[in-house]
C-alpha cells in the first residue's frame, strides 16, 4: 500500500471514529430523561485509546464536560485496574475533583473489548435533576451537605448491574425515576459506542486502534504546533470583578506563550469562597483550555494532542477549590474563565478578541410543590436560560446564546411539562446589547409564574448583576442582569428564595459588551436595530 493510499485510508478510519461517538452522543440525547441532557445538549461523550488518551469526541457535548471528562478517564484507571476490568463492565463517579466539578454531573466510563484485548474506553457526562442534599445552589458551606458523593466505582460488571447502588440512589434524591433513568441511558450511550466501534473494527480487519491514534495525535500536534509557533511569545495578564455571592470575587490570569506550549496561571485570584461558587481546577481547566483554542487552534481537532498544548496552574483560590469546598455552582465562575482569559489573549492580539459576554448560564432550578391546604403536582425542575455574548472584531454578538457552555435553550413546552409553572414571558432584551461599532447581543427578559394552586421556591445562579459584561475597544458595556419580582420586590442574585403563589419572577438577563467605538456603527445597522426592536429610539 503506497503512502498516499495508507494516508487517505487512515483519515478515512479517523472520519468513521468521528461517526461513532456521534452516534454515542445521540443515544444519550435521544434516551435521557432530563430536559437539561434530552433538550439543552448538556453533556459530552468521547472515546479513548487503552492508555487513556482522548482520540475522538462527539460535536455535541460542553468544554466543560468534554475537556474534564479528557482529563477523569485517567483517574477511573487508577482507580479501577486493568487485572478488575472486564466486558460488559461500566464505571461512574460524580467526585467534583476527578469528575467535572460538581455533584450534579454523572461520569461513566466503559472499557471496550475486542477479542478479549482491552482496545479503549468509551465516556459520558451528563448533568441529572437531582443529587440530593440542599439541591442545585450556591448556600451549602461543604461539598457534603450538596448531595450524594459516589466514589469511583462499578455502575455494572459483566453486564450486572450494581443494584445496591440504585437503591441507594433511589433513597437519597428527589426525583429518582428521573436521576435513575440518567443513569441507565449514560450507561447504554457507552455500549453503542462500543458496538459500533466493534463493528468498525471487525469490518476493517483492525486489531487495535495504536496505529490509527498515532495518526490522529501525530497530525493534531503537528498542526496545533504550528499555530502556536505563529503567535508572539511572551506574557499578558487581565483581571476580572464578577458579582459574587455576598461580597465581589476578583479572577486574575496571566497567559504566557512559549514556543511549544500556552501556560494560564491564575496567581492573583480571590481565595475559596465559604459559598457553593467555588471552582475544581479540573473544571477550570476544561474552559481556560477552550478558551484558547478558540483563538490558537479553532478548526484543529479536539483530543488528547491539541489539549496537552494548554497547561495551567494556580495556588489554591476559588478557581482552584480543594476539598470539602461546596462547589455546586462551579459554573458560575468557571464560565468566567473564557472571557478572563481571552481578555490577556486581547492584549496579545489587539483587533482578534471578542468584548465580554453574559458569559454563566442563568439557569434557575425551581421546586415546585401545592400550595397550604391544596392537591397537586412535587417537581423538580431546571431550566437554563443565556445572555448575551459580546461583540466580535467584525460582526455583532449573538442574541440570549450559551458562550462559553454551547448548551441548547430548553423549548418552554419541554420545561412546563415538566412541572407546574407556566412560562409566561420569554423575550429579547432591549437595549441590552453594549453599544459599538459592533453591538453586543441581547439578553432575554423571562417571567415564570406557578400553575393554579402551586407556589415555588427557586435557586438562582446568576451573575453580571453588579458586574456587567465589559465592552472592547471603546465598545460599552452590556446591561447587567436583574432579579425581581413582578410586584417590584428585588431578589438576590444567587441562593435559594420563595415565589409566592400569585407572583410572578421576573428575570432580566444581561446583555453582552460591544466593540468599537459606537460613532463608527454603521448607520444601516442602527436603522436595522431600531426596526427591529433591538434598540429603542431612547437607546440608541
Known amino acids: 500500500m503506497s503512502d498516499a493510499t495508507q494516508e487517505i485510508r487512515m483519515q478515512v478510519m479517523w472520519n468513521r471514529l468521528i461517526s461513532v461517538v456521534e452516534e454515542q452522543a445521540l443515544t444519550l440525547l435521544r434516551t435521557a430523561f432530563s430536559t437539561s441532557v434530552r433538550e439543552a445538549g448538556d453533556l459530552s461523550a468521547g472515546m479513548f485509546d487503552p492508555q487513556g488518551r482522548m482520540l475522538a469526541q462527539a ?55 475486542l477479542g478479549g484485548e482491552l482496545v479503549g474506553f468509551f465516556a459520558c457526562t451528563a448533568h441529572v435533576v437531582d443529587v440530593g442534599g440542599r439541591g442545585f445552589g ?20 459483566r453486564g450486572e448491574v450494581n443494584k445496591d447502588l440504585v437503591r441507594i440512589l433511589r433513597a437519597n434524591v428527589r426525583e429518582p425515576n428521573q436521576v435513575v433513568g440518567d443513569f441507565y441511558s449514560l450507561a447504554a450511550c457507552n455500549d453503542v459506542g462500543h458496538n459500533r466501534l466493534v463493528d468498525m ?22 498542526a496545533a504546533m504550528e499555530r502556536i509557533r505563529a503567535l508572539p511569545k511572551g506574557e499578558w495578564c487581565n483581571e476580572m470583578v464578577i458579582d ?60 488528547w494532542a491539541s489539549l496537552e498544548l ?56 425551581i421546586s415546585a410543590r401545592p400550595s397550604e391546604g391544596r392537591e397537586g403536582r412535587h417537581a423538580e425542575i431546571l431550566m437554563f436560560n443565556s445572555g448575551g455574548t459580546g461583540a466580535r472584531p467584525e460582526l455583532d454578538g449573538l442574541s440570549a446564546t450559551a458562550f462559553p457552555s454551547g448548551v441548547m435553550t430548553m423549548p418552554i413546552e419541554a420545561t412546563e411539562h415538566t412541572g407546574p409553572v407556566v412560562i409566561w414571558r420569554k423575550e429579547l432584551r432591549p437595549d441590552s446589547g453594549g453599544a459599538g461599532k459592533y453591538r453586543g447581543g441581547l439578553g432575554q427578559s423571562i417571567e415564570i409564574g406557578a400553575a393554579p394552586g402551586h407556589e415555588f421556591d427557586f435557586s438562582a445562579m446568576f451573575d453580571r448583576v453588579d458586574h456587567p459584561a465589559r465592552g472592547r475597544d471603546g465598545g460599552a458595556d452590556g446591561a447587567p442582569g436583574s432579579v425581581m419580582l413582578d410586584d417590584g420586590t428585588k431578589l438576590r442574585p444567587k ?46
Open 138 to 157: 450556591a448556600d451549602g458551606k461543604s461539598v457534603y451537605e450538596e448531595g450524594i458523593q459516589i466514589p469511583i466505582m462499578k455502575f455494572a460488571e
Open 495 to 540: 441562593g435559594w428564595q420563595h415565589v409566592p403563589a400569585g407572583r410572578h419572577l421576573i428575570l432580566h438577563l444581561p446583555g453582552g459588551g460591544g466593540y468599537g467605538r459606537p460613532q463608527e456603527r454603521d448607520a444601516q445597522a442602527r436603522a436595522d436595530d431600531i426596526s427591529k426592536g433591538y434598540v429603542t429610539e431612547d437607546g440608541r
Open 201 to 222: 473494527m471487525r469490518e476493517i480487519d483492525l486489531a487495535s486502534l495504536d496505529t490509527l491514534g498515532e495518526f490522529i495525535f501525530s497530525r493534531t500536534r503537528a
Open 59 to 113: 460535536v455535541t457535548g460542553t468544554p466543560g464536560h468534554v475537556n474534564t471528562m479528557a482529563e477523569a478517564v485517567l483517574y477511573f484507571m487508577a482507580e479501577i485496574p486493568r487485572g478488575e476490568m472486564y466486558p460488559g463492565d461500566t464505571y461512574v463517579t460524580n467526585d467534583p475533583w476527578k469528575g467535572t466539578g460538581h455533584l450534579h454531573d454523572i461520569t461513566m466510563v466503559s472499557p471496550s473489548f
Open 310 to 365: 494548554f497547561t495551567v496552574s494556580s495556588p489554591t483560590n476559588i478557581l482552584n477549590a480543594k476539598r470539602p469546598a461546596p462547589v455546586s455552582l462551579r459554573h458560575v465562575i468557571g464560565h468566567m474563565v473564557p472571557d478572563l482569559v481571552l481578555g490577556a489573549l486581547a492584549k496579545a492580539l489587539p483587533g482578534r478578541i471578542q468584548a465580554e459576554g453574559a458569559a454563566a448560564l442563568w439557569n434557575i432550578h
Open 244 to 303: 459574587g455571592y455576598d461580597t465581589p470575587v476578583r479572577l486574575a490570569a496571566s497567559v504566557r506563550i512559549s514556543d511549544d506550549v500556552v501556560n494560564v496561571d491564575f496567581s492573583g485570584t480571590d481565595p475559596m469562597s465559604r459559598w457553593g461558587i467555588n471552582v475544581p481546577v479540573i473544571y477550570t481547566k476544561a474552559y481556560a483550555s477552550y478558551a484558547l483554542k478558540c483563538v490558537v487552534a479553532p478548526d484543529i481537532p479536539n483530543n
